[in-house]
């Protein structure tokens, strides 16, 4: 009993008060360092951030293809419709021709390189969602035009319409 009555002293003769003005003020200056170190940390890191620049050159063409939109949406249609009208050679020989409308909209844009495959390369940089797919059906194509006997059930072959298409709406040419 004598310990615990020793305890009770020794807590109620604590100087709470004083002990909590102190404690109190060390956790207002550490907050202020902290505040002026975010600040001086930002600062510093502004230096790396990516640097955005309009680009009036790449607009104007971007302005160029999307006035253009129309003829190369009609190229699209057409296209699809050839491709369906007999399936599934017709389907083999759309995908094809997609790929041709795809890398003349590339040309057509500025994107720089000696084929299809070389402007891709140049666009696997850019923000672009459809770049895999894109990837993918020009290596379709690709089976298609050298590779004997590669074969394509026509599921695949719309697909591969429709990865084209993906990339053409999301590039704003059709």
């Known amino acids: 009993m004598n310990l615990l009555q020793s305890i009770i002293n020794a807590v109620s003769d604590f100087p709470w008060v004083r002990t909590f003005w102190s404690v109190r003020f060390i956790f207002i200056v550490l ?6 170190l975010f600040v001086y940390v930002f600062i510093r890191a502004l230096k790396y951030r990516p640097k955005f620049y309009f680009d009036s050159e790449a607009l104007a063409k971007r302005k160029k293809i999307i006035r253009e939109g129309a003829k190369w949406g009609d190229k699209w249609k ?3 419709e050839k ?3 007999h ?3 017709s389907l083999f020989m759309g995908v094809v021709e997609a ?3 795809v890398d003349s909209v590339l040309k057509k844009i500025g994107v720089p390189g000696e084929h299809m495959a070389d402007r891709l390369e140049r666009l696997a940089g850019r923000n672009l969602k459809t770049i895999e797919r894109l990837w993918r059906a020009h290596k379709v194509r690709n089976d298609l035009a050298h590779t004997p006997g590669f074969t394509l059930d026509s599921h695949d072959a719309e697909e591969i319409l429709g990865d084209y298409e993906a990339f053409l709406k999301e590039i704003g040419a059709i």
């Open 99 to 101: 790929d041709g409308l």
């Open 87 to 89: 399936p599934p050679q």
């Open 83 to 85: 491709a369906r009208a």
């Open 31 to 36: 907050n202020i360092i902290l505040a002026v």
């Open 78 to 80: 057409y296209l699809l």
